[in-house]
C-alpha cells in the first residue's frame, strides 16, 4: 500500500498543479505545500496567522499556502526529494487512515472528490477494461472489436509512461510505474473510507478520535 499509493502525490503535484500557476497565479486554486518542510519569512508567517489560524484544520500545510495567496504573499514550491525526505507511513492501513483524513478536504468538497475518482477510474482503469472486455469478444465470441487492441493498449501505457516519468523525476521506483491500476483501485478504497468518515461523524477519524469535524 505505501508503494502504491503514497509516491502518486509527486504524480499529482506534477501533473495537476503547474509550477508556473503555483508561482505566479493569484488564484488559491494553484496553491500548494507540504506539511514536513515549509519555510516562512517571519513577517509572512504572521501576515498569514501561523499555525494557530490552521490549528482546526486537517490540511493545515495546502491551508497555509492558500492564505498566503489570499494575502498577496509570494509562494513559491521547489523540489527537495535529494535533500530532505520523510517516511511517514508504513502500513497500508496507516497510508489509508492518513490520506482519508486529508482528502476530503483537498477537493473542497464530497462531490469534488467523487468526481476525480470517476476521472481516474475512466483515464487510468478504462484502458485495461478495455482491453479486458475487448479480449473477451474477440477471443472467447469472436466479435471484430473496432481499435482492439492497439487504441485501449495504448492509453492504458500511456498512464503508465506518465506514473514512470514522475517517478524518474522524483527519484521513486519506476518498476511501481506497471502497477498504476492497483493504486487506482487503492485510492478509490481511500476516498470511500473519506466519504464514510464525514457521512457517519461529520469529519475524519484520526487516532481515535474525530478532526476537522464539519457540516460540509
Known amino acids: 500500500g505505501e508503494r502504491l499509493v503514497v509516491p502518486l502525490m509527486a504524480m499529482v503535484v506534477h501533473a495537476y498543479l503547474p509550477i508556473l500557476a503555483v508561482h505566479h497565479s493569484a488564484t488559491t486554486l494553484f496553491a ?10 517571519r ?3 504572521d501576515a ?3 499555525h494557530e489560524a490552521v490549528r482546526d484544520n486537517v490540511l493545515e500545510d495546502v491551508t497555509l499556502a492558500r492564505l498566503a495567496k489570499a494575502r498577496g504573499l509570494r509562494l513559491r514550491m521547489a523540489e527537495g526529494n535529494h535533500l530532505i525526505g520523510c517516511r511517514m507511513y508504513r502500513s497500508w492501513t496507516e497510508v489509508r487512515d492518513g490520506y482519508a483524513k486529508n482528502i476530503l478536504k483537498g477537493y ?5 472528490l467523487i468526481a ?3 476521472f481516474h477510474w475512466i483515464v487510468f482503469l478504462g484502458p485495461w ?3 479486458l472486455l475487448g479480449a473477451v469478444g474477440v477471443i472467447a465470441q469472436g466479435i471484430n472489436v473496432p481499435g482492439w487492441p492497439w487504441w485501449p493498449l495504448g492509453l492504458a501505457l500511456w498512464g503508465i509512461a506518465l506514473r514512470a516519468l514522475t517517478a524518474v523525476h522524483s527519484r521513486q521506483r519506476i518498476v511501481d510505474a506497471l502497477f498504476l491500476p492497483i493504486s487506482v483501485v487503492l485510492m ?5 473510507q473519506s466519504l464514510w468518515w464525514q457521512w457517519r461523524y461529520g469529519g475524519p477519524v484520526w487516532k481515535g478520535r474525530i478532526v476537522g469535524k464539519s457540516t460540509d
Open 32 to 41: 500548494a505545500a507540504n506539511g514536513q518542510c515549509i519555510a516562512f519569512r
Open 43 to 45: 513577517a509572512a508567517y
Open 48 to 50: 498569514v496567522g501561523g
Open 108 to 112: 473542497g468538497s464530497a462531490a469534488g
Open 116 to 118: 476525480s475518482t470517476l
Open 129 to 131: 477494461i478495455g482491453l
Open 188 to 192: 478509490t478504497r481511500i476516498a470511500f
